[in-house]
């Protein structure tokens, strides 16, 4: 499986601050895609990265990608109470649907 | 405008019931998911349709029937429904069958009692 796992699981901090949150996956992508999730909604895409990218931005965030360390990372900076929620990491490899992660689930406490 | 929605947004019910959740889609995808979320929130894919084909069907019990009468539609019936099916059921589109971006629906939490 080339599901993706996010690290850490939980990540609590004030705003203002960068969250930085990771993602490892097992094979080859096409593309690693990241998503938000608040509570008790469904989830909205936040930003693609196609496998021949390092680096993307929109807005406050940053998301990276190291196809040799099969790892990305997705940045927020200045953090607000606003971005609390859950994010995921999904991949996909060739033309297949994506596969999620278990998601990194974010506080930020005003 | 919503451009994936689901209902209902709550099923309660008892084990062995029959039920149904609906999903329409506004975006004109040519491509419907539905994704299972448990209670650890890992979210997994059930089937996908494109264009009214069934071209994902995951290892669920068949139990879980899905049914597109058009490409703006997929609803996911399950029969004999069973404790373990309690969880979130989101409904998901996208423009095509490949690895693109998802734009997914509120979520139905079943609750099976």
């Known amino acids: 499986s080339q599901q993706g796992e996010e690290d850490p699981q939980a990540l609590s901090i004030q705003e203002g601050e960068n969250a930085t949150m990771n993602c490892s996956y097992k094979?080859?992508?096409?593309?690693l895609q990241w998503y938000r999730q608040n509570s008790g909604r469904g989830l909205v895409h936040l930003i693609l990265i196609r496998s021949n990218e390092r680096e993307k931005h929109s807005g406050r965030l940053r998301v990276t990608l190291d196809t040799s360390k099969k790892s990305s990372s997705l940045l927020i900076t200045a953090s607000r109470a606003a971005d609390t929620a859950s994010y995921f990491c999904?991949?996909?490899?060739?033309?297949?649907?994506?596969?999620f992660g278990k998601g990194t689930m974010l506080l930020v406490s005003p | 405008d919503t451009a994936v929605s689901q209902t209902p947004k709550y099923l309660v019910t008892q084990m062995g019931n029959d039920k149904s959740i609906k999903c329409e889609q506004n975006l004109g995808h040519d491509t419907m998911y539905w994704y299972k979320q448990d209670s650890k929130k890992f979210l997994k894919i059930m089937f996908s349709y494109n264009n009214k084909e069934l071209i994902i069907n995951e290892t669920v019990p068949n139990r879980f029937s899905p049914k597109s009468p058009d490409k703006a539609h997929l609803n996911l019936h399950i029969n004999s429904l069973e404790l373990g099916d309690s969880a979130v059921y989101f409904c998901a589109s996208s423009q095509d069958a490949g690895p693109s971006k998802l734009f997914f629906g509120s979520g139905t939490q079943l609750s099976v009692l």
């Open positions: 999904a991949t996909a490899s060739g033309y297949s649907t994506l596969t």
């Open positions: 094979t080859s992508i096409n593309n």
